[in-house]
């Protein structure tokens, strides 16, 4: 009988902390490329655009006008999907059809006041000016709400056109659905282990090695063993931390999203997800289309050699190094 | 206190077949489109192109000829994500380190021998030869694996770069995640009720009429009340039909997808899902990215509301309307 060896062979994972399994078919990868082509990235973005509305000074939809900003700049979206005061539903007839309440709210975050750079190109202090801030949204919008989801679409191919860097902030008085998964799986695995899954499962990284694509003396960035998307890495604290405000001074000089307030959140750990919509290169993209959306999460590369290309990838930014 | 409307207010609904949560919030339909613009969907296709893999004629990647074949033709993927043979991964040794085997078999299978027609373009008689492989290739791979899973990218929004019509056929030795969760609640749902799930749903829905599309003698065509998808529906059999091969021939002049081999699947409803990427129009589409990849599914239009639409919908397909 053949050895079974990852790379080579066809298989499916587990993923404990969403419950999900994923099918990993790396032998995929030896096939040539005949699909779409993306249209190459380098597009030159102007400094300041007086008629982007995430620009300083510029107007918004609702006739808002922004401040000069030199930092970060927070406001509420013109177009929310959450409000903070829609009615209850009210019970459900028939348990096919089950509506609940929903109130939330929606907030933009510019990362900074230009527009031709992204959160890498930023300095550390100014980073640290954005972590800062997700950490008082977080305690702000935490303080009414359970869920507090920070998030970046970032790049025409999510369906970003604006290039202002900036982020989302959707607070909900539920917690969404994943949120709610990785609620059951972590409370679970806490009472059944004593200890908090992500904090083993970074300990048992640490060990395996094979998945790290960055080590700090606070932070572990990985592909998790469970990865869906091509290049998916997960941020994670070194030490036990439940949400953004908890993190130090020193901690927060390089770190990510993700809140949740309430009774014993003991078995929680703040992570960071990043799922980069790439196949394999700038302009090669996954899709995750019929067998994914109807049947189970499909990917072509094993997470260990996603890791390996991860950590060979220059030091430089390509956009420095092109100078 | 407001009464509430599930058209001006935002709220959520449960899934009850895959078990999941999606927010819906119809107000967000009001704002102004600013977003991406995708390219106009009416490009010619030359009927037949030599150098197209999936014309009659014409050479594969693997270097096989296909015959010239006059109705549909399938055959093995050049580079399929399961194969029939991969070993065992063998017991994990964690249970945050999960693998089990796969194994499997991946299908092409070409609609019609040209490459400008799509499945909506086609005859009755066409498409009844369709469903009809449909039915065979169910039968055939569902004789050594538990699932068929046959499915459609279609158009190049999906990462369709073949405009040939054709479809996807993927058996596997495990159950996919997504009907591992269909399994688990209709199961579950029939040992509580005494009834299918998705019989009692249709039926329901034929009461309500709200998200009703199309009704046939044999099938109902409907925007499920948990619609993730703006546009997505949902094909259901008027009787209870467990997979493909029990259609009459009579049900067969118009049906889908779907099927499962083993014990006792009673509880289990023939069923396909239409996911159309679509938000607004032919060319702006929905985006399911930062909150619904980390959070939960968003929706802008109520179900009901894209119902409606999609019920007004001119009956003369766009292409021939143009005429
Ligand atoms: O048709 P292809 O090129 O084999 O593959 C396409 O469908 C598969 C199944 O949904 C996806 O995993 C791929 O990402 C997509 O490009
Ligand atoms: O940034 P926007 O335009 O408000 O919205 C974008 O992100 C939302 C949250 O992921 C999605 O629901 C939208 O489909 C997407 O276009």
Redesign the pocket.
Known sequence: ATTFRASEHQHIRYNPLQDEWVLVSAHRMKRPWQGQVEPPLLKTVPRHDPHNPLCPGATRANGEVNPYYDGTFLFD?D?P?LQPDAPNPGPSDHPLFQTEAARGA?KVMCFHPWSDVTLPLMSIPEIRTVIDAWAAVTEELGARYPWVQI?E?KGAMM??SNPHPHC?V?ASSFLPDIAQREERSQRAYQSQHGEPLLMEYGHQELLRKERLVLTSEHWLVLVPFWAVWPFQTLLLPRRHVRRLPELTPAERDGAPTGSKAGANWDHWQLHAHYYPPLLRSATVRKFMVGYEMLAQAQRDLTPEQAAERLRTVPEVHYRLGQK
């Open positions: 979206n177009f999907a929606c998030f679409n369906g970003c989302q959707w």
